[in-house]
C-alpha cells in the first residue's frame, strides 16, 4: 500500500463521445482508487477552445453515470486560467520559459502573423521514468528544442495545464493509454521546471479492432453511447472492459463490481494490444441478461401485449438475442404475432394435418392446471414416436404459428394455454377435411 493518499484522474477532452477505450481508462483508474482507498477526479481537458463542445461533454458525464463511474471531484480546465496564469508568470519570472516572438500560423485562412508564444527553456536531458506497467523508459529530449507550453498567459497548451493540474490535485499516478508515452518526457521537464513532484505512470495498451488497428469507425460502434442504445448492459460492457488488457490470472470471466474492485491490479495489465471482440462481448452481455430481473425485458413489448404474456415470451427471447434491441427488433418485426392472435397457416405447410385428430384427443385428457409443457411433451411423444415426430410436431407447430421454425410446439402449447391451442388445432382440423 502506498504510504500517501491515492490519487487518480480520468481527464478525458470534450471533443466527441466518450469512446470504449476511454471508458476503460475511466475504468482501470476508478478500479484502482476504489481499491486503495484513494480518490479519483473527473476532468475535463477543454483547452482546445476550437474543439471542445458542451454537447460532448454533455455526452461524457451522461456515459459515466450510466457505467456508474462515480467521481469525487470534477473540473474543467476552461475554468483554472488563472491557476495556469501565476504557473506560468512563475517560470517566466524564473528564466525557465521565455515568451518568444514569431510567426504564428492562423489555423482559420492559413496566413501566417507576428505574435507571442511561450516556451519551456528545455535543458536538454536524458530523461528515464519507471512505468508500473512497462518498466523503465527513457528519451532523450534534446530534440525537442524549446518546445511552446502556451499561446499567452492565458493560453496553456495541453501539457503544461495538465502538469499544473495534476500537481494542484495532488494526483499521485497518472493511469492512461500507451499513446501518452511520448507526451510524458514533455510533461517531466515542465514538472522540474517547477519543481513539483513527479507522479507515478502506468500506461495502458491500446484497445485494437480485429485487423490489428487502431479501433475506429469503421470497425463499427466505438461509443458507449452507441452500445447503450444497442441494448447492452452497463455491467457487461464494465467486464467486458475490464478484460480488455487486464488478466486476473484465473478463468474466472463474469465480475461483479465488488470482485472488480478487490482483484483488480496494475501489474497484471498486459503491454501489447487488447483486441476488442465484439462476439465476446454478446456472449457476455447474453449470460448478464439472464441473471437480471424479468422485469427489465419489458420496454422492448408495445403496450397491446399483456403483462403475463411477456412474462411467458421473456425466456424464449432471451435464449435467442445478445442485447435488449435485438429482443425488441424481433417484437417489432411481427415475429412473434402468433401469441397475440390465431395466425394464417398456409396448408402447403402442414405435414401431415390427419394427425391432428389425436393430437386434440391427446391434449385434451389432460387436465387444465397440468398444461405444462413437461407434461404436454410426455403425453405427446410417444404418438410422435409412433407415427413420426416431424409429421406430429411439426403440423402442430405450423397450426400454432403459421411458420416451419418456432418454439418447440410443448413451450408454444404451454403459453397460449389449453384452451387456444385446443381452438387453433380444431379450426385447421376441420378446415382440412
Given amino acids: 500500500m502506498p504510504t500517501t493518499p491515492v490519487i487518480v484522474r480520468f481527464a478525458p477532452s470534450p471533443t466527441g463521445p466518450l469512446h470504449v477505450g476511454s471508458a476503460r481508462t475511466a475504468l482501470f483508474n476508478y478500479l484502482f482508487a476504489k481499491q486503495m482507498g484513494g480518490k479519483i477526479i473527473l476532468r475535463f481537458e477543454?483547452?482546445?477552445?476550437?474543439?471542445?463542445?458542451?454537447?460532448?461533454?454533455?455526452?461524457?458525464?451522461?456515459?459515466?453515470?450510466?457505467?456508474e463511474l462515480d467521481f469525487d471531484e470534477i473540473y474543467r480546465q476552461s475554468e483554472r486560467t488563472a491557476i495556469y496564469r501565476e504557473a506560468l508568470e512563475k517560470l517566466i519570472s524564473a528564466g525557465t520559459a521565455y515568451i518568444s516572438k514569431e510567426d504564428i500560423n492562423n489555423t482559420n485562412n492559413d496566413k501566417t502573423k507576428r505574435g507571442e508564444v511561450i516556451r519551456l527553456r528545455n535543458p536538454?536531458?536524458?530523461?528515464?521514468?519507471?512505468?508500473?506497467?512497462?518498466?523503465e523508459i527513457s528519451f532523450d529530449t534534446t530534440e525537442l528544442g524549446d518546445f511552446v507550453i502556451a499561446k499567452s498567459l492565458d493560453e496553456p497548451l495541453y501539457h503544461f495545464a495538465v502538469v499544473v493540474d495534476d500537481w494542484q490535485m495532488g494526483v499521485t499516478h497518472v493511469i492512461r493509454g500507451e499513446d501518452h508515452i511520448s507526451n510524458t518526457p514533455r510533461q517531466i521537464l515542465i514538472q522540474e521546471a517547477?519543481?513539483?513532484?513527479?507522479?507515478?505512470?502506468?500506461?495502458?495498451?491500446?484497445i485494437l479492432a480485429p485487423d490489428r488497428s487502431k479501433l475506429s469507425k469503421r470497425?463499427?460502434?466505438?461509443?458507449?453511447?452507441?452500445?447503450?442504445?444497442?441494448?447492452?448492459?452497463?455491467?457487461?460492457?464494465?467486464?467486458?472492459?475490464a478484460l480488455l488488457g487486464w488478466n486476473p490470472g484465473t478463468d474466472q470471466e463474469i465480475f461483479s463490481r465488488s470482485e472488480l474492485i478487490k482483484q483488480f491490479s496494475l501489474d497484471r495489465i498486459q503491454k501489447g494490444g487488447a483486441i476488442f471482440?465484439?462476439?465476446?462481448?454478446?456472449?457476455?452481455n447474453r449470460e448478464y441478461l439472464r441473471r437480471v430481473p424479468e422485469s427489465i425485458w419489458d420496454d422492448i413489448f408495445p403496450n397491446d401485449w399483456p403483462s403475463a404474456l411477456r412474462a411467458k415470451v421473456t425466456p424464449i427471447i432471451r435464449?435467442?438475442?445478445?442485447?435488449?434491441?435485438?429482443?425488441h427488433t424481433l417484437i417489432e418485426s411481427g415475429e412473434y404475432d402468433y401469441f397475440l392472435a390465431p395466425p394464417i397457416v398456409d396448408?402447403?405447410?402442414?405435414?401431415?394435418?390427419?394427425?391432428?385428430?389425436?393430437?386434440i384427443t391427446l391434449l385434451e385428457s389432460i387436465p387444465g392446471a397440468d398444461f405444462q409443457s413437461q407434461i404436454i411433451k410426455s403425453v405427446l411423444m410417444p404418438y410422435a414416436d409412433e407415427a413420426g415426430r416431424a409429421a406430429v410436431l411439426s403440423t402442430m407447430r405450423v397450426v400454432l404459428t403459421g411458420k416451419e421454425r418456432s418454439p418447440d410446439p410443448f413451450t408454444l402449447a404451454e403459453i397460449l394455454g389449453q384452451a387456444e391451442t385446443l381452438a387453433r388445432l380444431r379450426k385447421i382440423f376441420h378446415d382440412s377435411q
Fill in 124 to 135: 536538454g536531458q536524458r530523461i528515464i521514468f519507471q512505468d508500473l506497467i512497462r518498466g
Fill in 194 to 206: 517547477l519543481k513539483v513532484l513527479r507522479p507515478i505512470y502506468a500506461h495502458i495498451p491500446l
Fill in 46 to 67: 477543454d483547452t482546445d477552445r476550437e474543439r471542445s463542445n458542451s454537447e460532448f461533454e454533455a455526452d461524457i458525464l451522461e456515459s459515466l453515470k450510466w457505467l
Fill in 347 to 359: 396448408k402447403n405447410l402442414l405435414k401431415a394435418p390427419t394427425t391432428l385428430s389425436k393430437t
Fill in 219 to 241: 470497425h463499427g460502434a466505438v461509443s458507449v453511447t452507441e452500445y447503450r442504445g444497442q441494448g447492452f448492459l452497463p455491467d457487461a460492457l464494465l467486464n467486458y472492459l
Fill in 277 to 284: 471482440n465484439l462476439e465476446k462481448l454478446n456472449w457476455l
Fill in 319 to 327: 435464449e435467442r438475442v445478445s442485447t435488449l434491441t435485438e429482443g
